[in-house]
Each structure stands twice: as structure tokens, then as C-alpha cells.
């Protein structure tokens, strides 16, 4: 084919089907991880955590998005959504800052998802004070406490279920998260506590 080409003058024609964002590569490396380098937690509020996962609903998936402080394990809030974007992060980082009041320092620290490094994310970190830390790229286990109990609810609850609605996953949710998991499920970092009692003796 390209001999006959060549020997009839004819080129074939390149056609671009994607675009580049300009400086999206740049903006996606950048923000470091200051958790390596920074001591374990020793009380609430001073580290924490958030990422996302897929839960299938029929044949459509749903995005939950989760919260979690990372010295009691405790999950401090999660959203359910339809699209993965800034604008689903921003409202459960805002009821979760207002929830908990911390202190200026804390590190909130995420993987390099867009939805998370979004300018209106950071804004708002940067108003309340707030460091931001990201994985590095390529590894995936700098946030390992939000994998681990991702986990922990696939292998709990949801493998080997159907969800036929958004409500009955939201309700399964629920009850997994804030019936058992917070208030009953009995995890080995904090000495075999749930994170609502650990939480409740560290005051």
C-alpha cells in the first residue's frame, strides 16, 4: 500500500481526534506528599485522607467519594454522585470542615484525580488553612488507609451484591459506613477500637 502510494504521489492525511489541555500534565504533577516525611497523627483532626471509588448500579456506575481522619480511621463524611468533578468534592469537603472546625496545618491528602486538585478545591483548603498533599506519581499506596477501606466495603458489602437503585446503595451505604463501620467494626491500627470509641477515649 505505501509503494503504490509513493508511486502515485499520493500522502495519507493525519486526523488529530483528541486535544491536549495546555499545562494539564504540569498542573496534574503538581503539590508533593507531605506525609512522608511527616510524624503519625496523635489526635484527631491533624491528617486527613480522602479518594474515590465505583459502585456499580445496574448497569451505570456511581462514585463515592469519602473523607476519612486517618487517627481514628473514622470516615467523617462520603457523597454519592453521578460524575466525578470538583464541584461533587467541594460540598462534602465544605460539611466535613464545618462539622469538624480543624485547625490550620492539617494535611488533606488525596491522590492526583482532578476532581481533587481542582482550583476550587484548593481554594478552599487554602481558606481554612489547610495544607494539600498528593500521592506521588505512580504510587498509589501513599494513600493507603482510604484503599484499605475501600477495601474493606467491596469485600463487606458489596462484592457479590446487586444494586438495583441509587436509593438502596445509598441505604446500604449508610449502614455500612455509619452503622458499622464507624460505630462497630474493630480495627488493628487503633488497638482493635472502632473509630467512634477511639475518638470518644482520646478526648
Not at 487517627?71 to 454522585?81: A, D
Request: hydrophobic fraction near 35%; aromatic fraction near 8%.
Amino acid at each position: 500500500m505505501a509503494r503504490l502510494m509513493r508511486e502515485s504521489g499520493l500522502k495519507g492525511r493525519v486526523v488529530t481526534v483528541t486535544r491536549r489541555t495546555p499545562n494539564l500534565r504540569r498542573f496534574q504533577q503538581a503539590g508533593e506528599n507531605l506525609r512522608l516525611n511527616a510524624p503519625a497523627p496523635q489526635k484527631c483532626d491533624e491528617q486527613w485522607v480522602a479518594d474515590l471509588t465505583y459502585i456499580k448500579v445496574n448497569k451505570r456506575y456511581q462514585y463515592l467519594i469519602t473523607i476519612m481522619d486517618v487517627y481514628s480511621r473514622k470516615i467523617l463524611g462520603w457523597s454519592l454522585c453521578v460524575t466525578r468533578t470538583a464541584d461533587d468534592v467541594l460540598p462534602l469537603l465544605r460539611r466535613v470542615i464545618r462539622k469538624r472546625k480543624p485547625r490550620p496545618g492539617l494535611i488533606f491528602h488525596t491522590d492526583r484525580g482532578i476532581e481533587f486538585i481542582a482550583n476550587v478545591v484548593q481554594s478552599e483548603l487554602k481558606k481554612h488553612g489547610l495544607e494539600r498533599s498528593h500521592n506521588r506519581i505512580g504510587h498509589c499506596t501513599d494513600n493507603a488507609h482510604m484503599e484499605s477501606f475501600y477495601h474493606s466495603l467491596k469485600g463487606e458489602m458489596v462484592r457479590g451484591r446487586k444494586f438495583n437503585s441509587t436509593g438502596e446503595l445509598r441505604s446500604a451505604l449508610s449502614s455500612y459506613i455509619d452503622g458499622f463501620y464507624n460505630r462497630s467494626r474493630l480495627h488493628s491500627g487503633i488497638g482493635y477500637t472502632n473509630p467512634i470509641d477511639y475518638e470518644a477515649r482520646a478526648a
